[in-house]
């Protein structure tokens, strides 16, 4: 280009109009050429952003996409593991019980009870291992979310809202409720009760002491 612009202008000054037209022709050209490649450039340039645009899209859906297979997983699993151990809770149950009832008198009885209760200690190791935890009672608050209430007693040791008795032990798993605990709830202590013998006593002592109607009873200053 500043080979043309020299060549124009010695052409101007030569008064050689020939050859300033035809280096005239030959500038236009290569300005079009200029336009042309710059809107090409504008195009491309264009195009490569919204190319990249698209991929941080198609980067972001699939992060997105990955996230959600992922909590998707968890959450089968969790759900999945839940149902199982839900189901096996009342074994949970029954082991408890035996353990409560059964007395082991002979030895063949001890050796018996002994293989029993390492069964049930695997038992239990393995839904410690999964997760499951048992929900503290005996003298927690009552919290309805975790605890489910079938009586309420009073009591002069424990104070009202306090949970005072388990019946049945409830689980979680994580986060997520297995089975309330079934417990009793204090009310806190009752009202205060006077014996009979005190209230008579007190009637009595308030008759005693009421003022006589007699006007002979009254002094006389004067």
Avoid: W
């Amino acid at each position: 280009m500043k080979t043309l612009v020299q060549a124009y202008k010695k052409a101007i000054l030569d008064g050689d109009e020939k050859s300033a037209y035809e280096v005239e022709a030959a500038i236009c050209i290569m300005e079009n050429e200029k336009n042309d490649l710059s809107l090409k450039l504008s195009e491309m340039l264009a195009e490569i952003t919204t190319g990249k645009d698209k991929l941080l899209r198609l980067k972001a859906d699939f992060e997105n996409f990955r996230k959600r297979s992922e909590n998707d997983r968890i959450t089968f699993t969790s759900d999945f593991q839940g149902d199982v151990i839900e189901n096996l809770l009342p074994i949970v149950d029954s082991f408890e019980k035996a353990r409560q009832q059964i007395k082991p008198e002979t030895e063949k009885e001890k050796k018996i009870d002994t293989s029993y209760q390492g069964i049930y200690k695997q038992f239990v190791e393995v839904m410690r291992y999964l997760g499951v935890a048992v929900i503290a009672t005996v003298g927690k608050p009552f919290d309805p979310s975790i605890h489910e209430a079938v009586g309420r007693e009073e009591s002069q040791e424990i104070r009202a809202g306090i949970v005072m008795q388990e019946l049945r032990r409830g689980f979680v798993l994580g986060e997520k409720l297995l089975r309330p605990a079934t417990v009793k709830v204090s009310t806190g202590p009752g009202p205060v009760k006077v014996p009979p013998n005190t209230e008579k006593s007190t009637e009595q002592s308030t008759e005693m002491v009421q003022p006589a109607d007699d006007p002979a009873s009254t002094i006389n200053t004067s």
